[in-house]
């Protein structure tokens, strides 16, 4: 059987006892197909990678070494909870690289969106493959692989988990919830005694903001991006759509328009909001957005937000479009 084909008697992991079963059986499979040798993983703080993170420190302790690279394209705030967590409440073996400028330089001019991804996964393999061979015995690369990622994996959308191996990467794959549905990640990352804040996060896809900064990245705009951003999140933080919203964020597309401030015409460009709900992330429909919020949202992008005069909102389900602009 292909072991990327989940089996028609996989049951769905809706309950604590289940995840404890897949628990079980992770640390089983990980620990017979690692034994003494060391793991390295992309750990990013995104709900997969985290999972993955504490499955295998569960399983093999400090032979995990967990790589948190900062491409620049991270959440206002994000990398530095990576750090919170994994390094100081979890003490896991934990190496940060700030690789802002070598992405950003990489990206720069760079309008395709599949070919942004291509760089910016390539890029995260080259910055492992360095960190490995700083480090003695690193035979394994674990990814934070999940089921949807290799249903679309076929030309919907090139992953960084799924394919663009570079076929001379000398380490093996540990994959341990790749037959898993976000809904069960979750699951399986509270039973794991993950803090609710990382399990029931928001799904950030591995190019980050950098498919959300439409068209070629510019630092302003990815800045005016990350500011916009954090506001919306905080602003479903505190009208109560933040748990009931499966993803919320922010896009900039690479166009301006004429707005008015201190009562001069200038040049901005528009935040676009979406806002959806899924089960599985193969189908979506819009989250109903409270007018007063909307409202309140508009008016702290535009006046906050530098270069931002303009809030618009993305009413398009999936199919037909994607979670995702890029």
Known sequence: MNSNVRPDTMKRITTKELADEFIAEQIADIRAQVGDKKVLLALSGGVDSSVVAALLIKAIGKQLVCVHVNHGLMRKGESEQVIEVFGKELDANLIYIDATDRFLDLLKDVAEPERKRKIIGGE???????????????????????YPDILESDGVKAHHNVGGLPEDMEME???????????????????????DQMVYRQP??????????LGAITRDRLHALREADAILREEFDKCGLAGKVWQYFVAV?????????DDKRYEGWPAIIRAVNTV?????????????VLHKITNR??????????????LTPKP???IEWE
Do not use: H, W
């Open 124 to 146: 995260f393999i080259k910055v492992f493959d360095e960190e490995a061979a700083k480090l003695e015995g690193i035979d394994f690369l674990a990814q934070g692989t999940i």
């Open 173 to 195: 794959l540990v994959e341990p919830v790749k037959l898993l549905y976000k809904d069960e990640v979750r699951v399986v990352g509270s039973a794991l005694g993950l803090p």
């Open 204 to 213: 950030f896809p591995g190019p980050g903001l950098g498919v959300r900064c």
């Open 253 to 261: 597309p690479d166009f301006k328009s004429v707005g008015v401030k």
């Open 280 to 292: 599985d992330a193969m189908t979506a429909t819009i989250e109903e957005v409270p007018y007063e």
């Open 301 to 314: 992008i535009t006046s906050e937000v530098d270069g931002i005069n303009r809030v618009l909102l993305d």
């Open 320 to 322: 037909v479009g994607t």
